[in-house]
């Protein structure tokens, strides 16, 4: 239930002339601007919000048999909202002909607070054809036909009909939504951040505009009146559901509002309902990689629109923008990394806040409590060092052995569980942090730990060995590394399926070390196999597959086939910059070989654009003594010095001589 505010007395906007005043001012103002615009946009308070929630809680929704059955059917939580009125557009043409014109807008009394529910029709009789609907279930939609517009005359939105004084302002925040979302959802998001945001006032176009009569406004007020209102507003509220397939970046509508955003430069930001938590942890709980897959997943190019010519103008107004709808979801995926790494990190230091009640439990609660903190510490680790950020990563495992440890202590030897699984974690964090010695003492541990459980065939101590493997050939120890990685294969070829990714992963991994050791054309053969695999097995989108398209284009750079090099190196950056963001390390690495091709192809001066990119954010991540930063350092400085000499070169040649 929202809450937070009151209202205090005041004076609503309390007559039909008042309310037609505003409209025929904004009226006015878009004649003189000819922009089929309004000059000042304006937005409704938190409070107003909240006196808004409470109106429709005494309302009685109802819904089609037939849309009930569809959202039995549809199952999930965030599949319920039913499929009328994909986007504006589409729902003007649905109200056309439905409206009822037979009264005004409802006035409210001179003085004191407006009722709650002005005109509503609480305990009225519902239709025999139709079923109570729980409000929590209500969509923007429902709500909009049911309870907002059969409260505006024509030529009054439901704001200038209900607020009263000071709950209506220049507004600060446009928000962007899909209909489909429950109603109580996208309020909640808006109280909380009109909360934590004193003075705001959000533009949304369900309680500013009259839905009595968005039918007989053409497409270029949609698209022109947003675009001036999102730059006169100066910032976008994107409100995103579910996390893990967001219904916004389905709709062609959102994302115009997404492009209009990015085109006018002004602050995107996100908000994410309550339940949006819930569900996250349960993801990541289950599935470690869940952020990884909804990166890869979510793409805006699956947008849809009732009016397919309106989908393909939007389409094309997109693909205008440098960048197009890659650039539009890397912003987007950004920001719902941030959120997402941002929660996960609060669900730790709220359970660590929760252990401290442990000391009044029995022992075996208590032990059962440290365990669970302990796993679910391992499981934001993984998420973090997948997301670049090692030293975080580092930190929870490191937390989770700790919890792990303490908790194993009163067992025998032989009844302790493997630790193996962290310590594997802690050696990788390790290794991507540029502490090779530490990474293969941990590595070792797990080693040790495996043979103590569960022996060294078994496909988690094959990839153990391909892990050390990777570690010594980044020392240097190229025969080690040789001996680690026919290790591995080994035992996955004995205990796995021929076509497992982890077998092409480690093949990938014999690839790269074959071109370290000079063998181009076989690394070349193995890489290009290891492709094959992966493409089939993930896809193109996939961050492995990725990954290997990176390997491929690093030894077609040794054999001097650089153009084909950055086609390879071109395929991976664009993957993982939607599914890293672009400055995850793994993005900046595949940079890092783009700058070298096109040194190498003759294009020093967009080389030393490349590289300047890639050591400003490693002396940022890593510091300036890591082992990548000196390389960044050392890249940037042979492409500045190609430049000069080209430089000196043509000056030497003279302006007729070239």
Known sequence: MLSGVSSPPGHAVSSQDECLKHVKQDEQKRAERGSGTMSEWRGVSTQFLCRFSEALRGHAFTRAPESADVTRRRGSVHSQHLESFEGRASYSQEIAGKRDDSGGCSGVPDGGDPPIFPGGKNGAAIDPGRSATPLEEVTTTEACEQF?????????????????????????????????????????????????????????????????????????????????????????????????????????????EMYSTMRSGVKLSIALPDAERGRLRAAVEHNPTALTDTMVQVQAERATSADPQDRDRIFKAIMSLEGGFHELNVRVKALLRTWVLDEIQGFVRTDELALAAISGFAPARAREARLEFARWCDCAGEVLAANGRHTEALGMHEKALEHYTDCHQALETKERPSTAPTLNRIGRALRNSGDYRGALQRFQEALNEHDRTVGLEHPEAAQLYHEIGVVLKREGNKEGALSHLRKSLEIKAATLEPTDPSIATTREAMGKLLKKMGQLDAAHTVLSGCLEVLLDAHGSQHPETAACHNAVGEVLSEQGEHRAALEHFNACLAVREEVYGVDHPRTINCLTNIGLSLLADGDAERAVNVQTRCLQVRVAQLGEDHPDTVKSQKYLSEAIAAVETARDAAQVAGPNNG
């Open 148 to 256: 907002v517009r059969p409260l505006c005359a024509k030529g009054c939105g439901y704001a200038d009909t209900v607020a009263v004084e000071g709950e209506i302002g220049k507004a600060t925040v446009f928000i962007s939504h899909a209909w489909r979302y429950r109603i109580l959802d996208v309020l909640e998001q808006l109280v909380s951040f009109g909360n934590a945001h004193p003075d705001t006032y959000f533009w949304i176009d369900f309680v500013i505009l009259d839905q009595n009569s968005t039918q007989e406004l053409p497409l270029g007020f949609w698209t022109n009146a947003f675009t001036d209102a999102i730059q006169e507003i100066g910032h976008t509220l994107l409100v995103l559901s579910p996390w893990d397939d967001p219904i916004p970046l389905t709709r062609a509508w959102c994302l115009f």
